[in-house]
């Protein structure tokens, strides 16, 4: 109990200088909290200018908080150079002489020069430059959407690594700021193809032959029998004689016409996307491991499109595509077959008005195709000498137009939704009652009957 008691009175003594000693304390926290922060002068800058600022001793250091909005450089023993950089503010602070002097360093976007431009180039428009980040911002009304394109790429020239928003407002503009693009794609795909050729072979006890081309199928023989593996269009053979003749006589035509009319919906200024089609798939080879792996690769009617509205003019980034598998092309990997892909794209900036429509045509594709084979020496022979000669001819004609109409749309009121479509009748007629009949119960009279 001796060894406390010295403990506890100097705990009590230290908290009664601590109660004395905190009217004091406060007083320094509050005369410290209502010190004003000291006016440093300040040197005014534009983006991408310089000044050179002048001191009154020999300078033997500087100091600048961020490099990325201002740097200074000494280069007299009196002068420092200041480049503005980027908006913003930071601290120079510079020593020498035995003294200490700091400045505030205020750096503009230069906006200002880019509003003196835009009131020299477009006299009585009102448009307005504010800068906000690394974003320009116009704002303002503009007489006609030529105004309008012009100002935001002058601003973007002006700041090319900034963010161009575009407020300037045009008269007659929508609300809707959705857009539907109304787009039809017609392929039409027409094919002929003609083939003629004609193969002879003798069959007889002691004698075998045969005269072909070998650009259609013919005969071959077994144990002195003649096997044929395509009797072509036209098949004669003479038993007696034992001669035949195959002959190929064909001509083909045909016709294949697509209509696909896909409807899409964005926002203004967004990107927005349709497929109608499927997918195929691909196996890739990893590697020096050699494992298999499937990527399916997408095909059918795609459709891209960018709209941005101005006022009542739609300007459209579209890109239509149009993709069908092409087996003839190709190719065999490891038991897998891999089709080819026959694409047809087109992409361009469009301008149109509510309802206008505007046409991509004249994507036409021709091919034509020529085989022909003929046996030496026989088939130069007058007259005859075309029963061994075989030809095969092949054209074929694609063409593709595209028809893209946009439409400013806005969402329906619940009032204006349609009724959705309903099925006025049955679609198939109803099953005969099969169920067996029930003889109908007697019906009981009334009491006034059985008086």
Known sequence: MMRVRPLVRLVFAAAVVTALAVPGLAQERAAATT????????????????????????????????????????????????????????????????QRIQYDVVVDPGVPGLQQTMEQ???????RVALNDDAIILSGRASSNAVMLKAGEIATGAFPKGRLINLLELPGGSESQQVMLQVRVAEVNSR???????????????????VTTQQFGGANFDDDSVVLNDLLNIFLYYRK????????????????????????????????????????????????????????????VRLTFRPTIAGDVIRLKVRPEVSALDF???????????????????????????????AIAGLLNNTSQADGANVPFLS????????????????????????VTPRLVRPLD????????????????GAPDTSPSVPAAPQVPESSDLR
Not at 59 to 67: F, G
Not at 121 to 127: H, Q, R
Request: glycine residues 10%; charged residues 20%; proline residues 8%.
């Open 241 to 300: 004689e034992g001669l035949g003749v195959l002959i190929k006589a064909l001509e083909q035509k045909g016709l294949f016409q697509s209509l696909a009319e896909p409807n899409l919906i964005a926002y203004n200024g967004q990107e927005a996307s349709f497929l109608a089609g499927g997918e195929f798939p691909i196996p890739v080879v990893q590697g020096a491991t050699g494992t298999v792996t499937i990527v399916f690769k997408e095909f059918g």
């Open 414 to 429: 619940p009032d204006e939704v349609p009724p959705l479509p309903t099925m006025q009748r049955e679609f198939l007629p």
């Open 35 to 98: 010190q004003e922060i000291p006016d440093y002068p300040r040197v005014l800058l534009t983006a991408g200018r310089s000044t050179v600022m002048t001191t009154a001793f020999d300078i033997t250091r500087i100091a600048v908080t961020n490099p990325a909005i201002a740097d200074a450089v000494v280069v007299q023993p009196r002068e420092v150079l200041i480049d503005g950089k980027g908006p913003g503010t930071v601290s120079l602070i510079i020593w020498g002489g035995g």
């Open 192 to 210: 002929a193809i003609k083939e003629l050729g004609a193969n002879f072979f003798l069959a007889k006890p002691n004698w075998l032959g045969r």
């Open 328 to 358: 003839n092309n190709g190719i065999t990997l490891e038991g897998f077959r891999i089709p080819a892909l026959i694409t047809r794209r087109a992409e361009t900036d469009i301008e149109l008005r509510d309802g206008q429509s505007f």
């Open 121 to 127: 180039l477009f006299p009585g428009e009102d448009i």
């Open 380 to 403: 130069q022979i007058p007259i005859i000498g075309t029963l061994f000669k075989s030809k095969a001819d092949r054209k074929e004609r694609t063409e593709l137009m595209v028809l």
